[in-house]
């Protein structure tokens, strides 16, 4: 199977097992289409970081470009949220509440310290959708 395949695959087998009942992403982005979720990989393949289950977490496209971003500016707070993602693939099931505050606490002690920041082209790093999360809206 050609690696797309295998990344669409993966995430369809994801969301079998974690079953997004609360309707969001990991980052608590609101789902508007399953199909649309991408597979995020925990430890990174080029580290080493295999394409299977317990390497991934279920993102929206947006949200993975966010992380991304996170990676880039912020690593303390990247690996934090990686970490919680490797929790939730231990136990199984999506993100509980607690989970959920801890996320949203990273995401938005991010956004404080860099809310202000721009690109080289002069927009706004942290785009209006990445503010517009599901988990306590």
């Not at 980052?27 to 580290?47: F, G, L, P, Q």
């Amino acid at each position: 199977m050609f690696r797309g395949g295998m990344r669409k695959q993966i995430t369809a087998d994801m969301l079998k097992i974690y079953k997004p009942i609360s309707g969001l992403d990991w980052m608590n982005y609101r789902i508007v289409r399953k199909s649309d979720m991408t597979a995020h990989h925990i430890h990174k393949k080029e580290h080493g970081g295999k394409l299977e289950i317990p390497n991934i977490a279920l993102l929206l496209p947006h949200a993975h470009q966010y992380l991304n971003l996170i990676e880039c500016k912020d690593m303390g707070i990247y690996t934090d949220l990686n970490k919680i993602f490797k929790i939730v693939n231990q136990q199984g099931y999506e993100p509980d509440e607690q989970q959920r505050m801890i996320i949203e606490y990273l995401l938005q002690s991010f956004e404080a310290d860099h809310k202000e920041e721009r690109s080289k082209k002069g927009k706004l790093l942290i785009k209006t959708e990445y503010l517009q999360r599901g988990f306590y809206q």
